[in-house]
């Protein structure tokens, strides 16, 4: 069972090598921002313009399927945090797990499981100097 769903947009179009690197570099990006009210409004802001840049026909019904399947952890991840931080840490430290996974889950929707396989596939060769199973780790 795959989450791709076809289309022609922008993020349909580009290689997977590029979408796995894009990803690495918003996700840290996201990940690297502080602990304050506005960066977790810039999380959420990155992913809204993910989804809505992505070139789905609903992208914003899209991001709204997506916090609806991660509202469990939502909901753990925020009590944690406002069991040991102040509310403006936990809030931010919340919408930026929250911004990264659904971002993450924007490049699976708009990648064939077989072309991120690949990609991993050939990304990992160099460790078959190791002995280790590019074919086997990519799965």
């Given at each position: 069972m795959t989450l791709y769903r076809p289309g022609n947009g922008l993020l349909h179009r580009m290689p997977a090598g590029l979408k796995i690197l894009l990803l690495l570099a918003v996700v840290l990006g996201v990940s690297l921002l502080p602990a304050a009210w506005w960066a977790a409004g810039?999380?959420?802001?990155?992913?809204?313009?993910?989804?809505?840049?992505?070139?789905?026909?609903?992208?914003?019904?899209?991001?709204?399927?997506q916090v609806r399947t991660v509202r469990r952890v939502i909901a753990i991840t925020l009590a944690g945090q406002l069991l040991f931080l102040g509310p403006e840490q936990a809030v931010a430290n919340t919408s930026r797990v929250v911004a990264a996974v659904v971002?993450?889950?924007l490049m699976v929707i708009t990648t064939r499981v077989s072309a991120l396989l690949d990609?991993?596939?050939?990304?990992?060769?160099?460790?078959?100097r190791f002995h280790v199973d590019p074919a086997r780790v990519a799965l």
């Amino acid at each position: 069972m795959t989450l791709y769903r076809p289309g022609n947009g922008l993020l349909h179009r580009m290689p997977a090598g590029l979408k796995i690197l894009l990803l690495l570099a918003v996700v840290l990006g996201v990940s690297l921002l502080p602990a304050a009210w506005w960066a977790a409004g810039i999380a959420v802001v990155v992913a809204i313009l993910a989804y809505a840049v992505a070139g789905l026909g609903h992208g914003m019904r899209e991001l709204g399927c997506q916090v609806r399947t991660v509202r469990r952890v939502i909901a753990i991840t925020l009590a944690g945090q406002l069991l040991f931080l102040g509310p403006e840490q936990a809030v931010a430290n919340t919408s930026r797990v929250v911004a990264a996974v659904v971002i993450a889950a924007l490049m699976v929707i708009t990648t064939r499981v077989s072309a991120l396989l690949d990609t991993v596939e050939r990304g990992l060769r160099p460790l078959g100097r190791f002995h280790v199973d590019p074919a086997r780790v990519a799965l």
